[in-house]
């Protein structure tokens, strides 16, 4: 059997064709012979009894009467068989009664008939007993003895054609045999060897031949086939492999070549990658990082916050990012920004140094906190100054509008008493007198007015601001009366604001815009506003003299003239009470001007919402 | 006991060696000349001579009228002194002949037959045998007899005694007559007489 199963397809076809052939005629030939043999026999076996048969029937007569000399004259019939070596007659008592035998052939008759009176096929011999009845009664048997040697002979002859015809049989098969055997196995053998050449030479371009379109043609297309998918397969994994590599190297790359250290910790918590700028972070030479566990290296590492996020991201895979204080094991310190993000071979670690920027921000604010004291204590003893001031103003304001008040008062008086024997002279001395005093009285109260409104609380309420306008325009009438003044008032929102502090504002502007327009035969004074989404812009615009804007920085200064008494009267306090009150609104003030082409004043309010 | 009929059997065997024929012959002599022993030769000779009545019987071929159906029965008839006494009953005893049942009469005249098929004449009848046969002659009876000449006097089948064998000898006319047909086995056996 293993024979079988080791020899190639063409040797087992062979095989299997020789042996059925051979199996086939050998069963044949034994059904045949067994046959023959069985029929010959039972044939040998009538005839024989038939004979004896007719021996006895012949005989019957002779036994009966005890006629020896007859018996025996009917046995030598059988002289014309030539097969018959012998016969012998019994009588009733089972004794031979005559004998016979062909040319004194030796044979042994039995003493006496056996019971079951059978055929029996011995060596040579087939020898039995036929009865011999007279009427219903057996009166003795016939013995016959049959040569069987012709019998044999031809069996054996038989035999010898058998074996004659096998043996034809089988060449003949074998001749068959080898010529299908090789039809059906080259095609398979021609696949196996193209098969074992590609597995050898790793060559997958390689084709095998169909030969046939039988299942082998079929096996052939489909091995062709799979080798065309291998060769496509191969193509597309040698393409990914390159992508790969590309893509590893640019990484690389990146990853070598970037300010910030980049590392990947396995599960087992040993380095597995750092970058030059890594390693130069750890403090370690490179050998003592690659492979070790990072608990080895820095010892004590399991009880810093670092690890417990490091841990998070290796078992939760939770990124995160933290601004890491990193202290070495020879007591140092450095601060990191880490990035801990989930990779497939651990944990990936972006760590930039900012050591030296934390040290700037600890010392940047070390600074600032002295800064804020210093500008604390500054503004202290600023207010303090400041509230001594406007205290000192008020008090000296209000002290000295008493004296002034009189010295106006009794100057009108004096000249009202005198006023017959004022010449020209001392009437001009009388009215500078007057004048000077109304000017002193006028500053007073701007001054006043100015450290009221520095002292003041402003409350908020919504204010009407046309109607200040109007009213403000009201109160000034009479000093603009006579002139030509073109009023142009837009439509002005309402805001949040203090309405006595925001009517001085408007009463400044107003009375800055009528003064400066004096020298103009005819005036036009603008008042608009700009509204946008959070303030409120309002604009006072006259057409009057005008100011250099070199002298800017002056104009809201407290005292700041930039004209001549003479040519404009006016304190200089206004612009800067202006200015203070916008600012107790949480506005500002500025304004815009060309000398001889007018000035344009503004302001801002924020807009409130109290919803 | 080895019988006697036997012993005739043996000793005509060919086959014997002679030592033990010698043997057997003085076993039959002093056998003979014992009294006491019960069968006589007369009873040997004719109980062999039964034996071969009977068997001749299988090889006669009676005329399809002699029986009247296949059962009908063969009668036997014996007449004059019955010579076999019980040995002839014994050797018939449970026999056919063929299909034929066996029936024995004894008589001592023809008158007294009604149905016979074989007649065994018996020596006691030496004298008139002839009258019988006469009798006989348009029949399709079988006469067997022991009597000398009864072959060539008319009879079918006369025993006699022949180198101490019992033979037969047998008439073919007077067969063909009574239209009985014997079997050439038979005949071949037989003393053919015309």
Redesign the interface.
Known sequence: MKFYNKSSIRVKIKLIILSVCFMAILLVFAGFYIYEMINSRQMLLNDLSTKGGIIAK?V???L?????S?AAEVLLSLETQPNIRGAAIY?A?G?????YRKENHKIEFPAKPNESEEYIFSENVLTGFEPVY????KIGSVYLVLDLSEQIARSESYIKIGLLVMFGTLIISFIVATLVAKNISAPIVSLAGTAEKIAKLQDYSIRAEKKTSDETGLLVDSFNDMLNKIMERDRNIRETNINLQNAEKRYRTTLDNMLEGAQIIGFDWTYLYLNEVAVKQSRFPREKLIGAKITDVYPGIEDTELFKYMKLCMEERKPHYMENEFIYPDGSVSWYNLNIEPVPEGIFILSADITEEKMLQQELKKYHEQLEELVKQRTEQLQEANSELESFTYTVSHDLRAPVRHISGFLDILRKNISKDLDQKNERYLNLIKEAAVEMGNLIDDLLTFSRTAKAQITLRPVNLNYIVYEEIEKLKPDFEGRKITWEISKLPEVKGDPHLLGIVMCNLISNAVKFTAKKEEAVITINCQDNDDKHLICVKDNGAGFEMEYYDKLFGVFQRLHNTSDFPGTGIGLATVKKIISKHGGEVWAQSKPGEGASFFFSLPKINDN | MIDNIMLKHLLSNNKLSSSIRLFLIIYVFLFKFNLTYSQTQEEIEYRLKAVFFFNILQFIEWPDTAFKTNESPVVIVVIGRDPFGKILDETVMNEKIGDHPIIIQRVQTLNEIQNCHALFISTSERYNYINILRELKNSSILTVSDIEGFSERGGNIEFFIEDNKIRFAINIDTLNQANLKASSKLLRLARLVN
């Open positions: 012949n019957d007569a002779a009966a009467f005890s006629d020896s007859d009588d008592e004794n031979i009664f005559v004998t007279l009427g219903n009664e």
